[in-house]
């Protein structure tokens, strides 16, 4: 079906399809915290988090960072080290940083009020077109509609659109059918209605068509094809690294480096990490590896951290994997002998106080890790 030809449900149809999501909703919709007090701060922040984040990961999130910062004003007067603290683990950490930037503009340019208007939301940083349209909708019930990854895969499956669902024209059609469900008279009980049957019923595999209260009017369901749609991207290929972080001790205190703005996980603090040659991805760690992994790991401390340390035998191992990044990070303890990092925000800081930095998940685990061997 070529892009510029997909057909249009028309008005009446489209009422009668927000009568049945409707009335599914009634009876299907989860109890989820943002939902108990809906106003546009807590709307902003609970999209800002469920954005690449399951609706179960975030919850206790949610419910810690609210009463951290219950309002606009207590969040824009945060320092940053303390969102990125209560952030850790939930990952893409920009996103904390923008929440923030985004509420002292808020009270900056706004008077502490969120805007009700979708051209004012996106002059806040960090809020784009869908979350724009989720303010506006839920919390000011404006007719804003909303195209994220659940009603993007509804709406497909609707549609039978069998193009790109991301290109500039699968844009135009879904966006465009996105504003014609939110112009009614309850725009937020539609758009959210809408989002969780594509979480629920219309799921990436296995849809639960049977249960699908809009399956008399869904194409792809009519002609069979709801397992082939959307059309999937291309996967990129998948690199696989070696990393090792060394947690250096200095008289009962650790070394850790803030990492920079240019990058990943920019804020949080981290142990030194870097890439090494002397292990393959997938292979044993001999004795005879360990020994040249441990003369490596010495001569980069040495080299791009101007430390010299003695390497112990311990070691924990994590598997993880970052975008298209299959890592096996090895993670070492050393002893400190001599020199100092120059560059960066360094820092040397005990055991507790690991527990009080925002670290990357990885190395969360591996303070916890030293305080394990610390109290045993």
């Given at each position: 079906?070529?892009?510029?030809?997909?057909?249009?449900?028309?008005?009446?149809?489209?009422?009668?399809?927000?009568?049945?999501?409707?009335s599914?909703?009634?009876?299907?919709q989860?109890?989820?915290?943002?939902?108990?007090?809906?106003?546009?701060?807590?709307?902003?922040?609970?999209?800002?988090?469920?954005?690449?984040?399951?609706?179960?990961?975030?919850?206790?999130?949610?419910e810690?960072?609210?009463?951290?910062?219950?309002?606009?004003?207590?969040?824009?007067?945060?320092?940053?080290?303390?969102?990125?603290?209560?952030?850790?683990?939930l990952?893409?950490?920009?996103?904390?940083?923008?929440?923030?930037?985004?509420?002292?503009?808020?009270?900056?340019?706004?008077?502490?009020?969120?805007?009700?208007?979708?051209?004012?939301?996106?002059?806040?940083?960090?809020?784009?077109?869908?979350?724009?349209?989720?303010?506006?909708?839920?919390?000011?019930?404006?007719?804003?509609?909303?195209?994220?990854?659940?009603?993007?895969?509804?709406?497909?499956?609707?549609?039978?659109?069998?193009?790109?669902?991301?290109?500039?024209?699968?844009?135009?059609?879904?966006?465009?059918?996105?504003?014609?469900?939110?112009?009614?008279?309850?725009?937020?009980?539609?758009?959210?209605?809408?989002?969780?049957?594509?979480?629920?019923?219309c799921?990436?595999?296995?849809?639960?068509?049977?249960?699908?209260?809009?399956?008399?009017?869904?194409?792809?369901?009519?002609?069979?094809?709801?397992?082939?749609?959307?059309?999937?991207?291309?996967?990129?290929?998948?690199?696989?690294?070696?990393?090792?972080?060394?947690?250096?001790?200095?008289?009962?205190?650790?070394?850790?480096?803030q990492?920079?703005?240019?990058?990943?996980?920019?804020?949080?603090?981290?142990?030194?990490?870097?890439?090494?040659?002397?292990?393959?991805?997938?292979?044993?760690?001999?004795?005879?590896?360990?020994?040249?992994?441990?003369?490596?790991?010495?001569?980069?401390?040495?080299?791009?951290?101007?430390?010299?340390?003695?390497?112990?035998?311990?070691?924990?191992?994590?598997?993880?994997?970052?975008?298209?990044?299959?890592?096996?990070?090895?993670?070492?303890i050393?002893?400190?002998?001599?020199?100092?990092?120059?560059?960066?925000?360094?820092?040397?800081?005990?055991?507790?106080?690991?527990?009080?930095?925002?670290?990357?998940?990885t190395?969360?685990?591996?303070?916890?890790?030293?305080?394990?061997?610390?109290?045993?």
């Amino acid at each position: 079906m070529a892009d510029e030809h997909v057909e249009e449900f028309d008005s009446r149809d489209l009422a009668q399809m927000r009568k049945k999501i409707a009335s599914w909703f009634r009876n299907a919709q989860r109890d989820l915290p943002w939902r108990v007090e809906r106003n546009a701060y807590r709307v902003w922040v609970s999209e800002i988090m469920l954005q690449q984040t399951t609706v179960q990961a975030v919850v206790p999130y949610f419910e810690r960072f609210m009463k951290q910062f219950p309002t606009v004003e207590a969040l824009a007067e945060s320092e940053e080290a303390d969102v990125l603290r209560l952030w850790e683990g939930l990952g893409y950490y920009s996103r904390a940083r923008n929440l923030r930037t985004g509420a002292i503009q808020v009270c900056e340019q706004f008077n502490g009020q969120v805007p009700k208007q979708v051209d004012q939301l996106l002059e806040i940083k960090g809020i784009g077109r869908y979350t724009a349209g989720a303010i506006a909708s839920f919390a000011y019930n404006q007719p804003a509609p909303i195209l994220e990854a659940n009603t993007l895969r509804l709406f497909v499956r609707l549609l039978a659109y069998d193009g790109d669902p991301k290109s500039a024209a699968g844009q135009r059609q879904l966006w465009a059918l996105a504003e014609r469900f939110a112009s009614c008279r309850n725009p937020a009980k539609v758009n959210e209605a809408l989002m969780e049957l594509g979480a629920l019923v219309c799921r990436v595999s296995a849809p639960q068509c049977d249960a699908c209260p809009l399956k008399s009017s869904c194409r792809a369901f009519l002609s069979g094809r709801q397992e082939e749609l959307p059309v999937l991207q291309k996967r990129i290929a998948v690199t696989r690294v070696v990393d090792a972080c060394v947690a250096i001790q200095r008289k009962n205190k650790w070394l850790v480096r803030q990492r920079t703005s240019e990058e990943r996980w920019a804020g949080m603090w981290d142990f030194p990490r870097f890439s090494v040659e002397s292990v393959d991805h997938d292979g044993k760690l001999t004795p005879a590896i360990s020994r040249r992994l441990h003369e490596e790991v010495r001569q980069t401390l040495l080299r791009d951290w101007n430390v010299t340390a003695e390497i112990h035998d311990d070691l924990m191992e994590v598997r993880h994997t970052v975008t298209r990044y299959r890592i096996r990070l090895l993670a070492l303890i050393a002893n400190w002998q001599e020199g100092s990092p120059s560059d960066g925000e360094i820092r040397w800081v005990t055991t507790q106080q690991l527990a009080e930095l925002p670290l990357s998940v990885t190395a969360r685990r591996i303070a916890d890790w030293l305080h394990e061997r610390h109290t045993s």
